[in-house]
């Protein structure tokens, strides 16, 4: 019988730049990105937790940086 892969919790952060525009709409694009991944999340003030396979994870923190 093969191992399952163990779920791992991965918090994150997402700390905008941009010099036009409003900071909280990049912080709402992350988070829409974690929402529609159908992960179990998390928000909270500084940081964003998510549980699950660790890989589709790490591809989720890629997936709201570049969003």
Do not use: C, W, Y
């Not at 699950?52 to 570049?66: N, R, S």
């Amino acid at each position: 019988m093969p191992n399952a892969t163990p779920d791992v919790m991965v918090a994150f952060q997402v700390i905008p730049r941009v010099r036009d525009g409003n900071n909280f709409e990049v912080v709402d694009q992350a988070i829409a990105v974690v929402k529609a991944s159908g992960v179990p999340f998390q928000v909270g003030a500084m940081e964003t937790t998510m549980k699950g396979e660790l890989d589709h994870l790490l591809q989720i923190v890629k997936d709201a940086q570049q969003a």
